[in-house]
């Protein structure tokens, strides 16, 4: 084998590690006793930086160590001061539980970021598309083998749901105002399908409230801001974790 084709040899192998099957949010978060999307989020629009220093080959791997069923790392820069990089460098740093792709995912172009950095799952807002750039959206993330978490927050945004995501997710807060209100997961989920797994996202901090989140119907428990304002993000998830 001459040079070039060692070299084509090997990217094809490189081809084939990248497209291969990644661990699937959905069903972790129905196996595990706990649900929790543990993220990593520097930043936030609202509040300023969280945890400058934050290093994605410490935390997420941290979260992983510490019970966490999936990540959600946020790769925004501008407002939440991430990057694809911090899935990637996670990876590397042996995380290998499911990864959300966190975004605002408005092209076809961010999935294959996505699928390029090493996530599992991309985040859809109901919000931020129509629904029929979110059926597009959505029906290319299966085809590279993506899983979606669908996000909705007001009773006008639930017919997405019929779109048959992987994930139903419901944000606790207002993206126009930042508002917060855990209520809102209460709300929506009897009106959503009763087989769709749902995550309730944001304003989460006490095991109470997901206990009664459980017992709503809900699956998956996005947390990050709770964890990123501690010293120790990850034994913060350990504690909380262990009053579940």
């Not at 510490?66 to 990637?88: E, M, P």
């Not at 990876?91 to 499911?98: D, F, K, L, N």
């Not at 597009?136 to 993506?146: I, K, P, R, V, Y």
Request: aromatic share 6%; net charge negative; hydrophobic share 40%.
């Amino acid at each position: 084998m001459d040079i070039l084709q060692e070299i084509v040899a090997h990217k094809h192998e490189e081809l084939e590690q990248m497209l291969a099957p990644k661990p699937s949010m959905r069903q972790a978060l129905l196996d595990s006793d706990s649900g929790i999307i543990a993220e990593f989020k520097r930043r936030s629009p609202s509040k300023g930086w969280i945890k400058e220093e934050g290093r994605a080959d410490v935390i997420p791997l941290s979260y992983q160590q510490n019970g966490a069923a999936a990540l959600s790392i946020l790769t925004d820069k501008h407002y939440f001061g991430g990057h694809d990089d911090f899935i990637r460098t996670a990876r590397r740093s042996g995380v290998t539980i499911p990864v959300l792709y966190k975004n605002f995912v408005v092209s076809e172009l961010q999935l294959y970021e996505a699928l390029l950095c090493g996530a599992s799952a991309v985040l859809l807002i109901a919000a931020c598309l129509t629904k029929q750039e979110c059926k597009t959206l959505l029906h290319t993330a299966h085809q590279l083998g993506l899983e979606v978490l669908l996000e909705m927050h007001s009773n006008e945004e639930l017919e997405y749901a019929d779109l048959e995501p992987d994930m139903c997710g419901v944000n606790n807060r207002n993206l126009g105002s930042f508002v917060t209100d855990v209520e809102n997961s209460f709300r929506l989920a009897e009106l959503l399908p009763k087989d769709a797994v749902k995550v309730s996202e944001s304003g989460i901090s006490r095991p109470e409230t997901i206990h009664e989140l459980r017992q709503a119907g809900f699956r998956g428990f996005l947390i990050g801001e709770t964890f990123m304002r501690e010293a120790d993000p990850g034994q913060a998830l350990q504690q909380l974790i262990s009053r579940i």
